[in-house]
Protein backbone atom coordinates (compact mmCIF):
# COMPACT_ATOMS: atom_id res chain seq x y z
CA UNK A 1 0.00 0.00 0.00
CA UNK A 2 1.51 4.05 -1.05
CA UNK A 3 0.10 6.92 -0.48
CA UNK A 4 -0.60 9.09 -2.98
CA UNK A 5 1.61 12.28 -3.08
CA UNK A 6 -0.90 14.18 -5.73
CA UNK A 7 -3.86 15.41 -4.01
CA UNK A 8 -6.76 15.59 -6.30
CA UNK A 9 -9.35 14.43 -4.11
CA UNK A 10 -11.12 14.73 -0.59
CA UNK A 11 -9.86 13.57 2.62
CA UNK A 12 -13.23 11.78 3.10
CA UNK A 13 -14.71 11.93 0.23
CA UNK A 14 -15.09 8.17 -0.33
CA UNK A 15 -16.15 7.46 2.92
CA UNK A 16 -19.70 6.89 1.81
CA UNK A 17 -19.15 4.60 -1.29
CA UNK A 18 -16.29 1.78 0.50
CA UNK A 19 -17.94 -1.86 0.61
CA UNK A 20 -19.42 -3.10 4.33
CA UNK A 21 -16.89 -5.33 5.70
CA UNK A 22 -18.31 -8.72 4.60
CA UNK A 23 -19.41 -11.87 7.26
CA UNK A 24 -17.24 -14.64 5.54
CA UNK A 25 -19.43 -18.28 4.77
CA UNK A 26 -20.11 -19.81 8.39
CA UNK A 27 -18.02 -23.90 6.34
CA UNK A 28 -15.34 -21.41 4.96
CA UNK A 29 -14.14 -19.92 8.27
CA UNK A 30 -14.39 -23.65 10.35
CA UNK A 31 -12.09 -25.42 7.47
CA UNK A 32 -9.20 -22.57 7.76
CA UNK A 33 -9.51 -22.98 11.58
CA UNK A 34 -8.75 -26.60 11.33
CA UNK A 35 -6.11 -26.20 8.83
CA UNK A 36 -4.61 -23.35 11.21
CA UNK A 37 -4.30 -26.06 14.59
CA UNK A 38 -2.56 -29.02 12.60
CA UNK A 39 1.29 -26.94 13.60
CA UNK A 40 0.08 -27.32 17.09
CA UNK A 41 -2.08 -30.29 18.07
CA UNK A 42 -1.29 -34.24 18.40
CA UNK A 43 -3.53 -36.79 15.85
CA UNK A 44 -5.35 -37.77 18.53
CA UNK A 45 -6.17 -33.79 19.57
CA UNK A 46 -6.93 -32.41 16.24
CA UNK A 47 -9.64 -35.81 15.69
CA UNK A 48 -11.72 -34.31 18.68
CA UNK A 49 -11.04 -30.66 17.22
CA UNK A 50 -12.83 -31.74 14.18
CA UNK A 51 -15.68 -33.46 16.04
CA UNK A 52 -16.30 -30.16 18.39
CA UNK A 53 -15.84 -28.30 14.93
CA UNK A 54 -18.14 -30.82 13.11
CA UNK A 55 -21.24 -30.02 15.85
CA UNK A 56 -20.56 -26.34 15.80
CA UNK A 57 -21.30 -25.88 12.18
CA UNK A 58 -24.17 -27.78 12.80
CA UNK A 59 -25.32 -26.83 15.85
CA UNK A 60 -25.64 -23.65 17.33
CA UNK A 61 -22.67 -21.97 15.12
CA UNK A 62 -25.70 -21.97 12.32
CA UNK A 63 -27.87 -19.94 14.59
CA UNK A 64 -24.66 -17.90 15.09
CA UNK A 65 -23.72 -17.18 11.74
CA UNK A 66 -27.25 -15.65 11.30
CA UNK A 67 -27.48 -13.58 13.86
CA UNK A 68 -24.28 -12.04 12.69
CA UNK A 69 -25.25 -12.17 9.12
CA UNK A 70 -28.27 -10.16 9.46
CA UNK A 71 -26.36 -7.56 11.95
CA UNK A 72 -24.19 -7.73 9.29
CA UNK A 73 -27.21 -5.91 6.76
CA UNK A 74 -27.78 -3.58 9.72
CA UNK A 75 -24.23 -2.04 10.15
CA UNK A 76 -21.58 -1.18 7.35
CA UNK A 77 -18.80 -2.52 9.85
CA UNK A 78 -20.48 -5.60 11.45
CA UNK A 79 -17.08 -5.53 13.73
CA UNK A 80 -16.33 -1.89 14.51
CA UNK A 81 -17.52 -1.53 17.92
CA UNK A 82 -17.58 -4.48 19.21
CA UNK A 83 -13.00 -4.66 18.23
CA UNK A 84 -13.22 -1.55 19.91
CA UNK A 85 -14.68 -2.67 22.88
CA UNK A 86 -13.47 -6.09 23.11
CA UNK A 87 -9.73 -5.64 21.76
CA UNK A 88 -9.16 -2.41 23.97
CA UNK A 89 -11.98 -1.15 26.02
CA UNK A 90 -13.06 -3.88 28.18
CA UNK A 91 -9.68 -4.52 29.69
CA UNK A 92 -9.10 -3.45 33.03
CA UNK A 93 -5.13 -3.98 32.76
CA UNK A 94 -2.86 -1.05 32.38
CA UNK A 95 -2.57 0.09 28.42
CA UNK A 96 1.19 1.66 29.17
CA UNK A 97 3.75 -1.01 28.48
CA UNK A 98 1.32 -3.88 27.42
CA UNK A 99 -1.01 -2.03 24.71
CA UNK A 100 0.66 1.39 23.76
CA UNK A 101 2.78 1.29 21.03
CA UNK A 102 5.79 3.34 20.37
CA UNK A 103 9.19 3.97 18.93
CA UNK A 104 11.95 6.57 17.63
CA UNK A 105 10.88 9.00 15.04
CA UNK A 106 13.35 8.45 12.13
CA UNK A 107 14.22 12.20 12.19
CA UNK A 108 17.50 11.35 13.95
CA UNK A 109 19.08 9.03 10.88
CA UNK A 110 19.04 12.31 8.68
CA UNK A 111 17.73 15.65 9.37
CA UNK A 112 18.38 15.86 13.11
CA UNK A 113 21.12 13.46 14.30
CA UNK A 114 21.67 13.41 18.26
CA UNK A 115 22.78 17.47 19.59
CA UNK A 116 22.67 19.26 22.39
CA UNK A 117 21.47 22.43 22.47
CA UNK A 118 18.80 21.56 20.13
CA UNK A 119 15.43 20.58 21.51
CA UNK A 120 13.57 23.60 21.84
CA UNK A 121 14.43 24.46 18.06
CA UNK A 122 13.32 21.36 17.00
CA UNK A 123 10.48 20.94 18.88
CA UNK A 124 9.38 24.26 17.29
CA UNK A 125 10.03 23.06 14.05
CA UNK A 126 7.94 19.68 14.74
CA UNK A 127 5.01 21.70 16.24
CA UNK A 128 5.20 24.21 13.10
CA UNK A 129 4.89 20.70 10.78
CA UNK A 130 2.70 18.67 12.84
CA UNK A 131 -0.09 22.18 12.73
CA UNK A 132 0.58 21.83 9.02
CA UNK A 133 -0.33 17.78 8.71
CA UNK A 134 -3.67 18.82 11.09
CA UNK A 135 -4.30 21.32 8.78
CA UNK A 136 -4.57 18.75 6.14
CA UNK A 137 -6.92 16.54 7.57
CA UNK A 138 -9.21 19.71 8.94
CA UNK A 139 -9.58 20.66 5.31
CA UNK A 140 -9.12 17.43 3.99
CA UNK A 141 -6.10 17.93 1.93
CA UNK A 142 -4.37 14.61 2.70
CA UNK A 143 -4.18 12.63 0.05
CA UNK A 144 -6.12 9.58 -0.19
CA UNK A 145 -4.40 6.06 0.55
CA UNK A 146 -4.73 3.60 -2.16
CA UNK A 147 -4.28 0.07 -2.43
CA UNK A 148 -1.87 -0.68 -5.27
CA UNK A 149 -1.96 -4.30 -4.79
CA UNK A 150 -6.39 -4.10 -4.94
CA UNK A 151 -6.21 -2.59 -8.08
CA UNK A 152 -5.15 1.26 -6.93
CA UNK A 153 -8.71 1.37 -4.80
CA UNK A 154 -9.01 3.97 -2.18
CA UNK A 155 -8.95 3.08 1.38
CA UNK A 156 -11.27 4.25 4.72
CA UNK A 157 -9.26 7.49 5.83
CA UNK A 158 -11.50 7.45 9.25
CA UNK A 159 -8.67 6.25 11.57
CA UNK A 160 -6.69 9.44 10.65
CA UNK A 161 -9.70 11.17 12.51
CA UNK A 162 -8.76 9.58 15.31
CA UNK A 163 -4.58 10.21 15.55
CA UNK A 164 -5.80 14.02 16.92
CA UNK A 165 -8.42 15.52 19.15
CA UNK A 166 -8.95 12.18 21.23
CA UNK A 167 -7.97 10.74 24.27
CA UNK A 168 -9.36 7.34 26.25
CA UNK A 169 -11.27 7.91 29.48
CA UNK A 170 -11.33 5.26 32.16
CA UNK A 171 -14.22 3.91 33.29
CA UNK A 172 -14.28 1.96 36.37
CA UNK A 173 -15.92 -1.23 34.32
CA UNK A 174 -15.71 -0.26 30.65
CA UNK A 175 -13.57 2.72 29.19
CA UNK A 176 -14.70 5.06 25.84
CA UNK A 177 -13.03 6.98 23.91
CA UNK A 178 -13.59 11.09 23.90
CA UNK A 179 -13.58 12.31 20.57
CA UNK A 180 -13.22 16.41 19.76
CA UNK A 181 -11.70 16.83 15.86
CA UNK A 182 -14.04 17.64 13.38
CA UNK A 183 -13.18 19.16 9.77
CA UNK A 184 -13.19 22.81 8.95
CA UNK A 185 -16.79 21.68 6.95
CA UNK A 186 -18.11 20.37 10.52
CA UNK A 187 -17.44 23.23 12.62
CA UNK A 188 -14.34 24.17 15.30
CA UNK A 189 -12.21 22.51 17.23
CA UNK A 190 -9.71 22.60 20.11
CA UNK A 191 -6.14 23.93 18.52
CA UNK A 192 -4.06 23.38 21.39
CA UNK A 193 -1.09 20.88 22.35
CA UNK A 194 -0.13 19.91 25.89
CA UNK A 195 3.49 19.92 26.99
CA UNK A 196 4.66 18.36 30.18
CA UNK A 197 7.94 19.53 31.69
CA UNK A 198 9.24 18.50 35.28
CA UNK A 199 6.32 17.27 36.00
CA UNK A 200 4.18 20.58 34.92
CA UNK A 201 1.89 20.82 32.43
CA UNK A 202 1.35 23.67 29.39
CA UNK A 203 -1.59 24.49 26.85
CA UNK A 204 -0.05 25.87 23.64
CA UNK A 205 -2.06 26.64 20.12
CA UNK A 206 -0.26 25.78 17.59
CA UNK A 207 -2.71 27.59 14.77
CA UNK A 208 -3.51 31.08 14.82
CA UNK A 209 -5.44 32.87 12.72
CA UNK A 210 -6.68 29.92 10.65
CA UNK A 211 -2.48 29.30 10.44
CA UNK A 212 0.23 27.40 12.06
CA UNK A 213 1.82 29.36 14.35
CA UNK A 214 5.63 30.05 13.15
CA UNK A 215 8.51 27.97 14.66
CA UNK A 216 10.19 30.98 15.57
CA UNK A 217 6.77 32.12 17.32
CA UNK A 218 6.38 28.26 19.12
CA UNK A 219 10.27 28.36 20.16
CA UNK A 220 9.60 31.47 22.00
CA UNK A 221 6.26 29.26 23.69
CA UNK A 222 8.63 26.85 24.34
CA UNK A 223 11.56 28.84 26.14
CA UNK A 224 8.50 30.35 28.14
CA UNK A 225 7.85 27.11 29.63
CA UNK A 226 11.48 26.01 30.17
CA UNK A 227 12.19 29.00 32.04
CA UNK A 228 8.50 28.76 33.86
CA UNK A 229 10.19 24.93 35.29
CA UNK A 230 13.59 26.36 35.48
CA UNK A 231 13.65 27.41 39.37
CA UNK A 232 10.74 24.99 40.61
CA UNK A 233 10.64 22.13 42.39
CA UNK A 234 9.49 19.10 40.71
CA UNK A 235 6.07 19.25 39.93
CA UNK A 236 2.93 16.63 41.06
CA UNK A 237 3.51 14.95 37.82
CA UNK A 238 -0.87 14.09 37.53
CA UNK A 239 0.34 11.61 34.41
CA UNK A 240 1.89 9.11 35.98
CA UNK A 241 -1.92 7.95 37.21
CA UNK A 242 -3.13 7.18 33.33
CA UNK A 243 -0.60 4.41 33.69
CA UNK A 244 -2.20 2.48 36.33
CA UNK A 245 -5.14 0.26 35.85
CA UNK A 246 -7.77 1.06 33.96
CA UNK A 247 -10.19 0.83 37.18
CA UNK A 248 -7.90 2.59 39.80
CA UNK A 249 -7.00 5.78 37.34
CA UNK A 250 -10.71 5.95 36.65
CA UNK A 251 -11.60 6.10 40.67
CA UNK A 252 -8.97 8.59 40.74
CA UNK A 253 -9.69 10.65 38.13
CA UNK A 254 -13.65 10.94 39.48
CA UNK A 255 -11.62 11.92 42.76
CA UNK A 256 -10.01 14.29 40.81
CA UNK A 257 -12.93 15.97 39.61
CA UNK A 258 -15.13 15.83 43.04
CA UNK A 259 -11.95 17.58 44.42
CA UNK A 260 -11.74 20.89 42.79
CA UNK A 261 -13.51 22.65 39.86
CA UNK A 262 -10.49 23.19 38.39
CA UNK A 263 -8.89 19.90 37.90
CA UNK A 264 -12.01 19.17 35.44
CA UNK A 265 -11.06 22.17 33.38
CA UNK A 266 -7.72 20.68 33.29
CA UNK A 267 -8.78 17.68 32.30
CA UNK A 268 -10.70 19.07 29.48
CA UNK A 269 -7.91 20.89 28.42
CA UNK A 270 -5.71 17.59 27.94
CA UNK A 271 -8.18 15.62 26.62
CA UNK A 272 -9.74 17.40 23.62
CA UNK A 273 -5.61 18.64 22.56
CA UNK A 274 -4.52 18.04 19.18
CA UNK A 275 -1.50 16.15 21.16
CA UNK A 276 0.80 15.67 23.71
CA UNK A 277 4.10 16.36 23.85
CA UNK A 278 6.80 16.14 26.21
CA UNK A 279 9.73 18.09 27.04
CA UNK A 280 12.52 16.03 28.44
CA UNK A 281 15.53 16.87 30.54
CA UNK A 282 16.99 13.09 31.93
CA UNK A 283 17.75 11.89 28.79
CA UNK A 284 19.97 11.64 26.09
CA UNK A 285 19.01 8.47 24.21
CA UNK A 286 21.76 8.47 21.03
CA UNK A 287 20.88 5.31 19.31
CA UNK A 288 17.51 3.64 17.83
CA UNK A 289 16.65 1.01 20.57
CA UNK A 290 17.80 3.48 23.22
CA UNK A 291 14.60 6.02 21.57
CA UNK A 292 12.57 2.71 21.30
CA UNK A 293 13.01 2.09 24.71
CA UNK A 294 12.43 5.25 26.32
CA UNK A 295 9.67 5.88 24.14
CA UNK A 296 7.76 2.69 24.95
CA UNK A 297 8.61 1.80 28.62
CA UNK A 298 11.16 4.33 29.59
CA UNK A 299 11.06 5.43 33.35
CA UNK A 300 9.85 9.14 33.59
CA UNK A 301 5.68 8.30 33.67
CA UNK A 302 5.04 11.68 35.23
CA UNK A 303 5.37 13.64 31.87
CA UNK A 304 3.10 11.17 30.25
CA UNK A 305 -0.41 10.77 29.59
CA UNK A 306 -0.81 7.37 28.04
CA UNK A 307 -4.66 7.81 26.99
CA UNK A 308 -3.86 10.05 24.11
CA UNK A 309 -3.47 8.76 21.06
CA UNK A 310 -0.40 10.46 20.27
CA UNK A 311 2.05 11.61 22.89
CA UNK A 312 5.73 12.93 21.46
CA UNK A 313 8.95 12.44 23.64
CA UNK A 314 11.41 15.35 22.88
CA UNK A 315 14.68 13.94 23.92
CA UNK A 316 17.55 16.49 25.76
CA UNK A 317 19.64 16.28 23.11
CA UNK A 318 17.01 16.79 19.97
CA UNK A 319 16.04 13.68 19.08
CA UNK A 320 12.40 12.44 19.41
CA UNK A 321 9.92 9.16 20.16
CA UNK A 322 6.60 8.74 20.27
CA UNK A 323 4.15 6.61 22.63
CA UNK A 324 0.55 5.88 21.29
CA UNK A 325 -2.73 4.97 22.56
CA UNK A 326 -3.72 1.53 20.42
CA UNK A 327 -7.67 2.03 21.02
CA UNK A 328 -8.31 4.39 18.52
CA UNK A 329 -5.98 3.97 15.67
CA UNK A 330 -3.50 1.09 14.58
CA UNK A 331 -0.17 1.78 14.15
CA UNK A 332 0.23 2.69 10.02
CA UNK A 333 -2.10 5.55 10.46
CA UNK A 334 0.28 7.17 13.01
CA UNK A 335 3.32 5.64 10.90
CA UNK A 336 1.57 7.76 7.40
CA UNK A 337 1.27 11.15 9.48
CA UNK A 338 4.82 10.56 10.85
CA UNK A 339 6.17 10.49 6.84
CA UNK A 340 4.13 13.14 5.98
CA UNK A 341 5.65 15.02 9.01
CA UNK A 342 9.45 13.78 7.61
CA UNK A 343 8.32 14.85 4.08
CA UNK A 344 7.74 18.53 4.63
CA UNK A 345 10.72 18.63 7.53
CA UNK A 346 13.37 17.10 4.60
CA UNK A 347 12.01 20.39 2.22
CA UNK A 348 12.87 22.59 5.35
CA UNK A 349 15.43 24.54 6.39
CA UNK A 350 15.39 22.40 9.54
CA UNK A 351 19.16 24.42 11.33
CA UNK A 352 18.91 27.98 12.32
CA UNK A 353 21.80 29.56 12.37
CA UNK A 354 20.28 32.69 13.80
CA UNK A 355 17.00 32.25 15.44
CA UNK A 356 14.60 34.29 13.82
CA UNK A 357 12.46 37.04 15.43
CA UNK A 358 8.39 35.94 16.33
CA UNK A 359 6.38 37.73 13.87
CA UNK A 360 3.42 38.67 16.18
CA UNK A 361 3.69 38.92 20.35
CA UNK A 362 1.36 35.86 21.09
CA UNK A 363 -0.36 35.30 24.43
CA UNK A 364 2.26 32.75 26.85
CA UNK A 365 1.54 29.13 27.25
CA UNK A 366 -1.54 28.45 29.71
CA UNK A 367 -0.23 26.41 32.87
CA UNK A 368 -2.94 23.29 33.28
CA UNK A 369 -2.80 23.26 36.68
CA UNK A 370 -4.35 20.49 39.17
CA UNK A 371 -5.77 20.58 43.02
CA UNK A 372 -3.97 17.42 44.75
CA UNK A 373 -4.22 16.86 47.83
CA UNK A 374 -2.85 13.48 49.84
CA UNK A 375 -4.49 11.07 48.75
CA UNK A 376 -3.73 11.86 45.25
CA UNK A 377 -0.16 11.98 45.83
CA UNK A 378 -0.31 8.63 47.00
CA UNK A 379 -2.14 7.53 44.11
CA UNK A 380 0.45 9.05 42.26
CA UNK A 381 3.28 7.58 44.06
CA UNK A 382 1.66 3.71 43.73
CA UNK A 383 0.60 4.57 39.99
CA UNK A 384 4.22 4.96 38.91
CA UNK A 385 5.93 1.77 41.00
CA UNK A 386 3.26 0.02 39.24
CA UNK A 387 4.30 0.76 36.04
CA UNK A 388 7.78 1.15 37.07
CA UNK A 389 7.76 -2.91 37.84
CA UNK A 390 6.40 -3.20 34.47
CA UNK A 391 7.79 -0.94 32.12
CA UNK A 392 11.50 -2.91 34.06
CA UNK A 393 10.57 -6.02 32.62
CA UNK A 394 9.86 -5.17 28.54
CA UNK A 395 13.42 -5.94 27.08
CA UNK A 396 13.45 -4.16 23.25
CA UNK A 397 16.02 -4.26 20.84
CA UNK A 398 15.53 -2.37 17.55
CA UNK A 399 18.05 -3.67 14.71
CA UNK A 400 18.50 -2.44 10.69
CA UNK A 401 19.61 -5.48 8.91
CA UNK A 402 21.79 -3.83 5.90
CA UNK A 403 23.05 -6.73 3.91
CA UNK A 404 19.77 -6.97 1.30
CA UNK A 405 16.37 -5.36 1.59
CA UNK A 406 13.11 -5.39 -1.00
CA UNK A 407 15.51 -4.70 -4.38
CA UNK A 408 16.86 -8.13 -3.55
CA UNK A 409 13.88 -9.55 -2.26
CA UNK A 410 11.40 -8.85 -5.30
CA UNK A 411 14.22 -10.16 -7.80
CA UNK A 412 13.33 -13.22 -6.00
CA UNK A 413 10.14 -12.65 -6.98
CA UNK A 414 7.92 -12.75 -4.14
CA UNK A 415 5.90 -9.83 -1.91
CA UNK A 416 8.77 -8.97 0.49
CA UNK A 417 6.51 -9.35 3.27
CA UNK A 418 5.88 -12.70 2.70
CA UNK A 419 9.56 -13.19 2.24
CA UNK A 420 10.15 -11.92 6.11
CA UNK A 421 7.75 -13.76 7.19
CA UNK A 422 9.46 -17.01 6.42
CA UNK A 423 12.25 -15.71 8.02
CA UNK A 424 10.63 -15.38 11.39
CA UNK A 425 9.20 -18.58 11.47
CA UNK A 426 12.70 -20.14 10.96
CA UNK A 427 14.30 -18.05 13.13
CA UNK A 428 11.90 -18.78 16.01
CA UNK A 429 12.19 -22.52 14.71
CA UNK A 430 16.18 -22.11 15.28
CA UNK A 431 15.86 -21.08 18.70
CA UNK A 432 13.10 -23.02 20.08
CA UNK A 433 13.09 -26.02 17.58
CA UNK A 434 8.84 -25.97 17.61
CA UNK A 435 6.42 -23.85 15.86
CA UNK A 436 5.01 -20.78 17.17
CA UNK A 437 1.35 -19.45 17.35
CA UNK A 438 1.74 -16.35 14.82
CA UNK A 439 -0.29 -13.41 14.08
CA UNK A 440 0.53 -10.85 11.36
CA UNK A 441 -1.52 -7.94 11.15
CA UNK A 442 -3.69 -7.67 7.68
CA UNK A 443 -5.13 -4.50 6.72
CA UNK A 444 -9.02 -4.17 6.15
CA UNK A 445 -9.34 -0.59 4.75
CA UNK A 446 -10.28 -1.57 1.71
CA UNK A 447 -14.22 -1.96 3.68
CA UNK A 448 -15.96 0.58 5.33
CA UNK A 449 -14.32 1.52 9.22
CA UNK A 450 -12.04 -1.44 8.83
CA UNK A 451 -8.85 -1.94 10.66
CA UNK A 452 -7.23 -5.18 10.95
CA UNK A 453 -7.27 -9.07 10.55
CA UNK A 454 -5.22 -11.99 11.37
CA UNK A 455 -3.14 -13.51 9.49
CA UNK A 456 -1.97 -16.92 10.98
CA UNK A 457 1.33 -17.50 9.60
CA UNK A 458 2.30 -20.53 11.10
CA UNK A 459 0.69 -23.29 9.05
CA UNK A 460 1.37 -26.46 8.55
CA UNK A 461 3.22 -25.78 4.88
CA UNK A 462 6.00 -23.01 6.63
CA UNK A 463 6.55 -26.11 9.61
CA UNK A 464 7.25 -28.46 7.30
CA UNK A 465 9.94 -26.25 5.13
CA UNK A 466 11.63 -25.38 8.88
CA UNK A 467 12.06 -29.19 9.71
CA UNK A 468 13.49 -29.35 6.18
CA UNK A 469 15.86 -26.38 6.74
CA UNK A 470 16.76 -28.13 10.64
CA UNK A 471 17.85 -31.52 8.86
CA UNK A 472 20.98 -31.18 7.00
CA UNK A 473 20.37 -34.66 5.08
CA UNK A 474 17.24 -33.06 3.25
CA UNK A 475 18.25 -32.24 -0.55
CA UNK A 476 18.35 -28.46 -1.67
CA UNK A 477 15.55 -29.58 -4.30
CA UNK A 478 13.15 -30.58 -1.57
CA UNK A 479 14.02 -27.67 0.63
CA UNK A 480 13.12 -25.01 -2.14
CA UNK A 481 10.02 -26.92 -2.97
CA UNK A 482 8.69 -26.98 0.83
CA UNK A 483 9.66 -23.19 0.59
CA UNK A 484 7.62 -21.91 -2.89
CA UNK A 485 4.35 -24.13 -1.18
CA UNK A 486 4.79 -21.93 2.05
CA UNK A 487 5.60 -18.60 0.38
CA UNK A 488 2.36 -19.50 -1.95
CA UNK A 489 0.06 -20.64 0.83
CA UNK A 490 1.21 -17.02 2.91
CA UNK A 491 0.36 -15.35 0.24
CA UNK A 492 -2.95 -17.17 -0.17
CA UNK A 493 -3.97 -15.93 3.19
CA UNK A 494 -2.57 -13.19 3.12
CA UNK A 495 -4.86 -11.72 0.38
CA UNK A 496 -8.04 -13.89 1.88
CA UNK A 497 -7.45 -11.40 5.03
CA UNK A 498 -7.36 -8.09 3.43
CA UNK A 499 -10.17 -9.24 1.72
CA UNK A 500 -11.98 -9.57 4.92
CA UNK A 501 -12.09 -13.26 4.54
CA UNK A 502 -10.26 -14.23 6.96
CA UNK A 503 -11.51 -16.47 10.31
CA UNK A 504 -10.14 -15.26 13.50
CA UNK A 505 -12.09 -11.74 13.84
CA UNK A 506 -15.17 -13.42 12.11
CA UNK A 507 -15.07 -16.09 15.34
CA UNK A 508 -14.93 -13.51 17.76
CA UNK A 509 -18.04 -11.45 16.45
CA UNK A 510 -19.60 -15.68 16.81
CA UNK A 511 -18.53 -15.34 20.54
CA UNK A 512 -19.81 -11.94 21.31
CA UNK A 513 -23.08 -13.25 20.39
CA UNK A 514 -22.29 -16.51 21.99
CA UNK A 515 -22.25 -14.38 25.13
CA UNK A 516 -24.80 -12.31 24.17
CA UNK A 517 -27.86 -14.97 23.62
CA UNK A 518 -26.50 -16.55 27.06
CA UNK A 519 -25.78 -19.74 26.02
CA UNK A 520 -23.29 -21.49 27.15
CA UNK A 521 -19.90 -20.75 25.59
CA UNK A 522 -19.25 -22.83 22.28
CA UNK A 523 -16.93 -25.78 22.85
CA UNK A 524 -15.19 -24.76 19.82
CA UNK A 525 -13.71 -21.77 21.97
CA UNK A 526 -13.09 -24.05 24.97
CA UNK A 527 -11.31 -26.65 23.08
CA UNK A 528 -7.25 -26.96 23.74
CA UNK A 529 -6.43 -26.63 19.53
CA UNK A 530 -8.31 -23.08 20.29
CA UNK A 531 -5.43 -21.59 22.77
CA UNK A 532 -3.14 -23.66 21.49
CA UNK A 533 -3.19 -22.06 18.12
CA UNK A 534 -3.60 -18.29 19.25
CA UNK A 535 -7.09 -18.11 19.93
CA UNK A 536 -8.02 -15.32 22.46
CA UNK A 537 -4.88 -13.63 21.33
CA UNK A 538 -2.44 -16.49 22.91
CA UNK A 539 -0.18 -15.87 19.66
CA UNK A 540 3.29 -16.25 21.20
CA UNK A 541 4.68 -14.27 17.95
CA UNK A 542 3.42 -11.01 17.06
CA UNK A 543 4.18 -9.60 13.96
CA UNK A 544 3.58 -6.73 11.75
CA UNK A 545 4.98 -5.33 8.97
CA UNK A 546 4.52 -1.49 9.39
CA UNK A 547 5.61 -0.03 6.06
CA UNK A 548 8.21 0.54 3.45
CA UNK A 549 9.50 3.79 5.03
CA UNK A 550 11.85 4.80 7.83
CA UNK A 551 9.76 4.97 10.68
CA UNK A 552 8.95 1.72 12.73
CA UNK A 553 7.91 1.17 16.06
CA UNK A 554 7.41 -1.57 18.52
CA UNK A 555 4.83 -2.91 21.33
CA UNK A 556 4.73 -5.47 23.93
CA UNK A 557 4.48 -9.53 23.51
CA UNK A 558 0.76 -10.79 23.12
CA UNK A 559 1.79 -13.43 26.05
CA UNK A 560 4.57 -14.09 28.48
CA UNK A 561 6.62 -16.36 26.27
CA UNK A 562 6.53 -14.33 23.43
CA UNK A 563 8.04 -12.14 21.24
CA UNK A 564 6.59 -8.37 19.61
CA UNK A 565 7.88 -8.16 16.65
CA UNK A 566 7.97 -5.06 14.27
CA UNK A 567 9.41 -4.67 11.07
CA UNK A 568 10.04 -2.36 7.81
CA UNK A 569 11.29 -2.99 4.41
CA UNK A 570 13.49 -0.47 2.43
CA UNK A 571 14.95 -1.06 -0.87
CA UNK A 572 18.71 -1.94 0.74
CA UNK A 573 17.88 -2.66 4.47
CA UNK A 574 15.60 -4.30 6.60
CA UNK A 575 14.89 -2.69 10.27
CA UNK A 576 13.34 -5.31 13.32
CA UNK A 577 11.85 -4.16 16.30
CA UNK A 578 12.02 -7.45 19.15
CA UNK A 579 10.41 -7.21 22.58
CA UNK A 580 10.48 -9.82 24.93
CA UNK A 581 9.58 -10.21 28.72
CA UNK A 582 12.73 -10.26 30.63
CA UNK A 583 11.66 -12.55 33.64
CA UNK A 584 10.69 -15.23 31.05
CA UNK A 585 13.44 -18.26 30.86
CA UNK A 586 12.13 -18.95 27.50
CA UNK A 587 12.41 -15.68 25.40
CA UNK A 588 15.64 -13.43 24.20
CA UNK A 589 15.64 -10.87 22.38
CA UNK A 590 19.35 -11.12 21.12
CA UNK A 591 19.08 -14.49 20.77
CA UNK A 592 16.07 -14.34 18.39
CA UNK A 593 17.46 -11.53 16.32
CA UNK A 594 20.90 -13.25 15.72
CA UNK A 595 18.47 -16.27 14.27
CA UNK A 596 16.84 -13.21 11.97
CA UNK A 597 20.13 -12.45 11.02
CA UNK A 598 21.38 -16.00 10.31
CA UNK A 599 18.51 -17.06 8.66
CA UNK A 600 18.53 -13.89 6.31
CA UNK A 601 22.54 -14.76 5.20
CA UNK A 602 21.03 -18.34 4.86
CA UNK A 603 18.31 -17.45 2.93
CA UNK A 604 20.04 -15.26 0.28
CA UNK A 605 22.93 -17.83 -0.58
CA UNK A 606 19.89 -20.43 -1.04
CA UNK A 607 17.95 -17.75 -3.20
CA UNK A 608 20.72 -16.74 -5.34
CA UNK A 609 22.25 -20.08 -5.77
CA UNK A 610 19.18 -21.55 -6.18
CA UNK A 611 16.15 -20.87 -8.80
CA UNK A 612 13.40 -20.27 -6.51
Known sequence: ???????????????????????????????????????????????????????????????????????????????????????????????????????????HEDIWPPQPGTQLQRMAMLLWSYAKLWLAFRREEFPVDRARALGNKPMCMSQYRNLFNICRIPGVKNDTLRRSFKTESKGDCPCNIVIFRKGYIFSVNIVADGNPVTPAELYKQLEYIKTQCEERPTGPGVGALTGWDRTSWAEARQYLIDLDPQNKKSLDVIETSIIVMVMDIDNAPTTATQIATLSICGPDVYNRWFDKASCIINYSNGVMGTNCDHSPTDA????????????????????????????????????????????????????????????????????????????????????????????L?????????????????????????????????????????????????????????????????????????????????????????????????????QDTAWTKSGGNGQFVLSTSLVGYSQTIGGCAPLVHNGYGITYIILDKRLGFTVTAWKDNQETDVHKFYNAVVETLNGMRAMSSNHNI
Open 332 to 423: IAAIYGANYLHEILRNTDVTWTERPAPERDLPPPEEVKFIVDEKIKKDIRLSAEHYLERASNLDVLFQSYDSYGKSLIRAFQMHPDTFVQQV
Open 1 to 107: METNTEVKEKTFQYQDSLPSLPVPPLQQSLDKYLESVKPFVTEEEYKHTEKVVREFGDGVGKELQAKLEERGKEHRNWLETWWEECAYLQSREPISVTVNYGGPYPF
Open 425 to 525: QLAYFKVHRKPAPTYETATTRQFYHGRTDTVRSCTQEVVNWCKAMADPKTPIPVKLDLFKKSVKKHSQLMLEAVNGQAFDRHFLGLQILAQASGVPMPEIF
